[in-house]
């Protein structure tokens, strides 16, 4: 695709569409100019694009690794593939990764995922390590914190950090697969700074953060 650009603006190949778009935008901004919904977890409009899902892949010719599309920015004459067979192949396998260790069981915009890309968690067997953290943490009157549903997007620090609240009350602690969303010294939410905003509730996509009142009438089975 070699046809110049004019006013400052890019050509670029998305899923075979060829059409032009400002040069700084993301590749999620250029699909979506096209029409083309590209899925997203960790991502959020409010807060800055951090990219730790990857769900958001996308098949870039001549690259030699798939690109989070939500961060990544377009380029001239850029040919992309959203739903190409290696981008989905990806995304089947990064969901079966995290439903196979992660309660996903209030996350409904990623259980439609799974059923989009065809996903089978037990495929990793029954031996496959979940996410144990230890039960609900029911620490304040407001909301609950149950880690054993959090998927690590992040989304619930950012907010509660510079991106929002500008609070940091919420951290991380461990490594690896036992990295866990929590408080300084893992306080309790009431000796910490938070200040029960309820923003990182309502940003956590798999109810791992709860309002209390929620919680409270699902114990009861009255939701
Ligand atoms: S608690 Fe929710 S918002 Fe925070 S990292 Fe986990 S899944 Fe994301
Ligand atoms: S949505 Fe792009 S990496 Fe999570």
Redesign the pocket.
């Known amino acids: 695709m070699t046809t110049p650009s004019h006013n400052n603006r890019i050509w670029i190949t998305i899923d075979g569409r060829s059409l032009q778009v400002p040069p700084d935008i993301t590749i999620r901004e250029a699909a979506a100019l096209a029409g083309v919904e590209i899925p997203t977890i960790c991502y959020h409009d409010a807060l800055t694009p951090n990219a730790v899902c990857r769900i958001c892949v996308v098949e870039w010719r001549g690259a030699r690794t798939l690109v989070p599309a939500c961060v990544a920015r377009v380029a001239d004459n850029a040919i992309i593939q959203t739903n190409s067979r290696r981008v989905r192949t990806a995304r089947r396998t990064l969901l079966e990764m995290l439903a196979s260790a992660v309660d996903l069981s209030q996350a409904p915009e990623i259980q439609a995922m799974m059923q989009e890309y065809d996903a089978d968690p037990d495929r990793f067997g029954p031996e496959a390590r979940r996410r144990e953290t230890g039960g609900v943490k029911d620490d304040n009157p407001f909301y609950v914190?149950d880690?054993d549903?959090?998927?690590?997007?992040?989304?619930?620090?950012q907010v509660c950090a510079e991106d929002v609240q500008h609070t940091f009350a919420l951290g991380f602690n461990h490594r690896g697969f036992d990295t866990e969303?929590a408080t300084f010294f893992n306080l309790g939410m009431k000796e910490t700074t938070c200040v029960f905003c309820g923003n990182?509730v309502g940003?956590?996509?798999?109810g791992?953060?709860k309002g209390k009142r929620l919680y409270e009438l699902e114990l009861r089975g009255d939701s």
């Open positions: 914190r880690y549903k959090c998927i690590l997007c992040w989304r619930c620090v969303i990182c940003v956590c996509p798999t791992a953060l």
